[in-house]
């Protein structure tokens, strides 16, 4: 019984067969957008220069704003968790 390795042929068959079978990546291209990040675009989208730098912008600004929401309810966690701490810690010392 000899093991197959999985061979970039066999990748590329994979894909195209899931883009076949998955609605989702029908009439969509795969394009590079980072050093390790791809993502599924419309060929309308892809094809034209203008269209797909405009996308990546609006998509490099979408995910700045939603950074930065994370930011802020991470810092909203933080002040409220260090209120109710210092709650709990004056009304342990009150008992006392």
Known sequence: MSRESITE???REARLLARQRQKGLR???????DHNTWIYLPKKLA???RKLKAYLVARAERIRDKKDQEEQA???????????????????????
């Open 47 to 49: 094809r034209s220069k």
């Open 27 to 33: 009439n969509k291209v795969r394009v590079q957008v």
């Open 9 to 11: 042929q066999h990748k």
């Open 74 to 96: 991470k810092a909203g966690r933080i002040a409220r968790n260090k209120a109710a701490a210092k709650a709990r810690r004056l009304k342990r010392r009150s008992k006392k």
